[in-house]
């Protein structure tokens, strides 16, 4: 990524772990700047990453290359519609990583005609792990899009998608994802725990259990279900459990909230000013 300047209006976790990537990647650091309501966070930012920080976002928006809309969703439309005037002079690319912000919605309150990326993070992102969906509207070119993904490629793995409604199936799979995660982490320990583990030693075997496997399968070129396979001997104790997990309805479950989670994101772009 060659150096321009970056600008983040919002200085919460998302914004903080982006920069920290980007510090970490050795970025320069007085090519950042971070604009927050807050003096508080913006004196954090800057003491930790020795970011500039600026209290006004349109003053910010005019002198940027790069703009990362890091607010929450619901502030989303008041923050463009304030920066939109900058924005139009100065005509930055402005990468949204608010969940359910679609690109129209964006581009109307900043006054049409500008280069989108709408980001798609997860929360492991706050430990450099995290899965990034990106989309880019037509005004993007292609310097801007590979600036994009080595911002994003800072915090984890980027994956663009061609059509902008893919998004709401991200959400569902990788965005609430760690959640889903954390539920069957969560049921294995207790049941652990009811057949006679400690709760300390439950919760280490659980995590380590789920490190393993995630690793395994990033390492292999196998599918899921081929090192699945591999680990269930006929007649053994994984193939018992798995034959509860099929006869219990695992694979309708997971189907059935992939459906409902991307509905809701749906739902929540409409809300949200989406059309
Ligand atoms: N955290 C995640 O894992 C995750 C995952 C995917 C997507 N995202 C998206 O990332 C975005 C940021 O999330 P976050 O978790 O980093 O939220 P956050 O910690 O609440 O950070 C947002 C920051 O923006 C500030 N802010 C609000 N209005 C502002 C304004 N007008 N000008 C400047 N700053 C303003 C907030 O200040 P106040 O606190 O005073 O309001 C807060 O410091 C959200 O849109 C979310 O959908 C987050």
Not at 41 to 49: H, I, M, P, T, V
Not at 177 to 191: C, D, I, N, T
Request: charged share 20%; glycine share 8%; net charge negative.
């Amino acid at each position: 990524m060659d150096h321009q300047r970056i600008g983040f209006i919002g200085g919460g976790n998302m914004a903080s772990s982006l920069i920290g990537g980007l510090i970490n990647n050795n970025y320069p650091s007085h090519k950042i700047t971070v604009s927050d309501l807050s003096d508080e966070k913006l004196n954090e930012l800057s003491s930790r990453f020795t970011v500039n920080t600026e209290k006004n976002s349109a003053a910010l928006a005019k002198t940027v290359d790069i703009l990362v809309l890091a607010v929450k969703p619901q502030h989303m439309q008041a923050v463009a519609e304030q920066i939109a005037e900058a924005v139009q002079e100065s005509q930055p690319l402005v990468v949204s990583i608010a969940a359910g912000i679609r690109e129209a919605s964006l581009e109307g309150w900043l006054g049409g005609s500008v280069a989108i990326v709408r980001c798609m993070p997860n929360t492991p992102a706050l430990v450099k792990t995290g899965a990034t969906g990106l989309h880019a509207n037509a005004h993007v070119d292609e310097n801007q899009r590979n600036n994009t993904e080595s911002l994003l490629r800072a915090v984890g793995i980027t994956v663009w998608v061609d059509d902008e409604k893919e998004l709401d199936t991200v959400t569902a799979l990788s965005g609430s994802g760690p959640a889903y995660f954390f539920l069957v982490m969560e049921a294995l320990e207790k049941a652990a725990i009811d057949a006679g583990l400690s709760q300390k030693t439950a919760q280490l075997l659980t995590q380590e259990t789920a490190l393993g496997a995630a690793k395994m399968a990033l390492a292999s070129s196998e599918s899921a279900a081929t090192l699945r396979q591999h680990v269930t001997s006929p007649g053994g104790t994984t193939e018992a459990a798995l034959a509860v997990m099929e006869e219990q309805g695992l694979r309708d479950i997971f189907e059935n909230a992939i459906k409902a989670a991307k509905l809701r994101s749906e739902e929540l772009s409409n809300e949200l000013g989406g059309s």
